[in-house]
């Protein structure tokens, strides 16, 4: 058989790259212990001052302060990077920018957030020729939201917002793949299940007798998914929806 150009025991290794994780929160912050784990150089970039330094000392990173909702915030991150570095390898939108604004802003702010972190170093990869860009989705941007395992629970379902933000990732995320394609650079969308973070009991046990193991998903459930999209493992994989939800939606 021949052996794959890889290389099978490399193939996932991340030492020499440079990647950025936007977003130091529940699942940001696991995404960059993974890379950190596979030896990447990570950049972690937060609004919150505080939580992401803290992050990035325990790791050995480097901070940077960003707000996603402003496209000049995003500008100056990617700069700042690729100042710094020389090069960047893969970028991933953690973020889920909130606001108690109406439908449409809601929307425009959760997928423009995730619009201009594509963007920004999209452009930067297309110059370099190679790059890996992974968007956050959610499996309620491709299924129906199961109403009844709210009830009774102090968890509210998410509204019509949120669904439509995370449905419209599926449509961004292919046809940002097709834009950058002919430049060597990657687009793919992560959309977990349900993600344990302290909800009532109520809640997790409506929800987990859906899922593999009777459970609600780990953070680091997530992470090898992002290790592997950012790997040359998946060199060959672009404008896909990766759902990791523990067969929550069969």
């Not at 990732?169 to 002919?182: E, G, H, V």
């Not at 959309?191 to 899922?211: I, L, R, T, W």
Request: glycine share 12%.
């Amino acid at each position: 058989m021949k052996k794959d150009s890889t290389g099978t025991q490399n193939a996932f290794d991340l030492t020499g790259r440079v990647c950025v994780v936007v977003g130091g929160g529940l699942i940001g912050s696991e995404f960059a212990r993974a890379l950190v784990a596979h030896g990447a150089a990570v950049a972690v970039a937060d609004v919150d001052v505080a939580k992401g330094t803290a992050l990035a000392a325990e790791l050995g990173a480097t901070f940077f302060e960003c707000d996603t909702t402003s496209e000049q915030s995003v500008t100056m991150l990617a700069a700042a990077v690729q100042k710094q570095f020389g090069r960047i390898d893969g970028v991933v939108n953690a973020t889920y920018p909130k606001t108690k604004s109406d439908f449409a802003q809601q929307v425009g702010v959760h997928t423009g957030a995730q619009f201009f972190v594509a963007e920004q170093f999209g452009e930067l990869m297309a110059k370099q020729g190679h790059g890996s860009i992974v968007l956050l989705g959610s499996i309620y941007g491709s299924e129906a939201p199961r109403f009844e395992l709210y009830a009774g629970s102090a968890v509210k379902a998410p509204p019509a917002a949120y669904a439509t933000a995370k449905g419209g990732l599926i449509a961004l995320t292919r046809y940002l793949a097709k834009q950058y394609r002919p430049h060597g650079v990657r687009v793919n969308l992560l959309s977990p299940g349900g993600v344990e973070d302290g909800q009532d009991k109520v809640f997790q046990k409506n929800y987990s007798v859906h899922a593999l193991n009777n459970r609600m998903a780990e953070p680091g459930d997530l992470s090898p998914a992002l290790v592997y999209l950012f790997a040359d493992a998946s060199r060959y994989m672009t404008g896909q929806n990766i759902v990791i939800d523990g067969g929550w939606t069969l």
